[in-house]
């Protein structure tokens, strides 16, 4: 069962202490050699995996915790460093907007790419981008959501296209370009016959104008009662990433003069959180209504925490200094607040009547410590058009980097589930 502590208040649990390691169990300050990450070749790749395989023959500290299971809690545990990561580089994925290209936007710190989500309990499977895929074949994976969404989407195009040579071969089905794209996306894999999609719903449900005769100054509406738009073009997908949370603030909704609707009517005194939990039963009666656990699988992910020192988003807010994970003391004390969209959400999975087809993960607990991992101030070229330091992205995360480890996360969550293509032995 997993623990809920770090997602629900109320619920409390013993987990060992954070400990910042690297994969030989030495401490980061026992090593002040610095390795570029572009030196590691496949070749090294390779003979790091088979140094790992011989850590499991030899029963080092590591390989002797059991391998992965559905039983093992994987969303509490340490970041570890680890030579072998990052899974790719951003040179060789296309697929990527240029916001999240932190190395190339000239970002000099490089390790936030290679810190690795160790369970406390178990080992992950490690990313096998060709097992992925075939277990993906002929199947539509679809993320709807916000812009934390599509840093998950993109993330995972680009873990996926590792395990195909010819890049061509994954191409965006209308000729679309990847960058400055507000609306959907779908990339096809032509090898494996395989679609993965995003489409942009920062709410889940539609954002539109106020309903007739609305009083003076309400600017538009948010429909609670009504799932997005979008989704009769996603409703037959095989996998679904759902994520919501970061719109949901005074500032995007009421301070834009923006209130809830039911029907015809504005609800000008329905507060944030229970618009948000209307819009997630609304989300949860379509599921129950129109979701096939025979062929559809659900993926609700947890709120991505933001970082941001000195001041919010617009007011000075700045992350740029972080360079490794925070610990749990400097956690303690910088995020006292668990994101109360969590608990909604899993209450809404827990109490569906399609539950068994719909899993809620954690990455809330992992990304917490990840203040390193943010675009910053190299949310493009800072060389060419330096980012004003009262300007910094402290939501979004560089790729490769944080989003990768959602993705190990989702796949293992599915793995866990064993159902149709995903109940086949692990590939380690």
Not at 143 to 171: P, Q
Not at 231 to 237: F, G, K, L, Q, S
Not at 364 to 386: C, E, F, I, M
């Amino acid at each position: 069962m997993v623990c809920k502590s770090a997602l629900i208040p109320g619920y409390y649990c013993l987990t060992k202490p954070l400990e910042l390691k690297h994969t030989d169990n030495t401490s980061i300050a026992d090593h002040s050699t610095e390795v570029d990450p572009s030196d590691i070749s496949a070749e090294s790749a390779g003979t790091q995996e088979e140094e790992k395989e011989a850590e499991y023959a030899a029963g080092s500290t590591a390989a002797t915790r059991p391998r992965f299971s559905a039983a093992c809690d994987i969303f509490h545990g340490s970041w570890v460093y680890d030579e072998s990561y990052p899974l790719y580089r951003a040179p060789n994925c296309p697929f990527m907007d240029p916001g999240f290209r932190c190395e190339q936007n000239g970002r000099p710190n490089l390790e936030y790419m290679k810190y690795r989500w160790q369970p406390h309990d178990c080992n992950l499977p490690r990313f096998n981008a060709t097992d992925m895929l075939e277990r993906l074949r002929g199947q539509r994976m679809v993320f709807v959501g916000d812009s934390l969404g599509r840093n998950h989407w993109e993330s995972t195009l680009c873990m996926l296209a590792e395990g195909v040579a010819n890049k061509s071969r994954i191409y965006e089905i209308n000729g679309e370009t990847i960058s400055k794209h507000k609306g959907s996306l779908s990339f096809r894999f032509e090898d494996y016959n395989c679609i993965i999609a995003y489409y942009r719903s920062p709410f889940l449900i539609p954002q539109t104008r106020p309903p007739h005769k609305s009083p003076k100054g309400v600017k538009c509406a948010l429909q609670v009662d009504t799932l997005t738009w979008s989704w009769r073009e996603w409703r037959n997908a095989d996998i679904l990433v759902f994520n919501a949370g970061h719109w949901w603030t005074e500032d995007k909704i009421f301070k834009k003069n923006c209130y809830f609707q039911v029907g015809d009517r504005l609800m000008m005194d329905m507060d944030l959180e229970t618009g948000f939990k209307t819009a997630l039963q609304t989300w949860g009666k379509w599921m129950e209504q129109y979701l096939d656990p025979k062929k559809t699988q659900v993926i609700f992910r947890s709120f991505a925490p933001v970082h941001f020192r000195g001041g919010a988003w617009n007011k000075g807010g700045h992350c740029h200094e972080d360079t490794h994970p925070m610990t749990d003391e400097e956690v303690k004390a910088e995020m006292t607040t668990v994101p109360w969209t969590n608990a909604i959400i899993s209450d809404e999975i827990e109490s569906n009547m399609k539950r068994d087809a719909m899993s809620f993960i954690d990455i809330t607990t992992a990304t917490k410590h990840r203040s390193d991992g943010h675009g910053g101030l190299w949310q493009k070229n800072y060389t060419l058009v330096p980012t004003p330091r009262n300007r910094q992205d402290c939501s979004h995360f560089c790729l490769p980097g944080v989003p990768d480890t959602w993705n190990e996360l989702m796949f293992a969550t599915l793995l866990a589930k064993g159902r149709r293509d995903w109940r086949q032995p692990i590939r380690y």
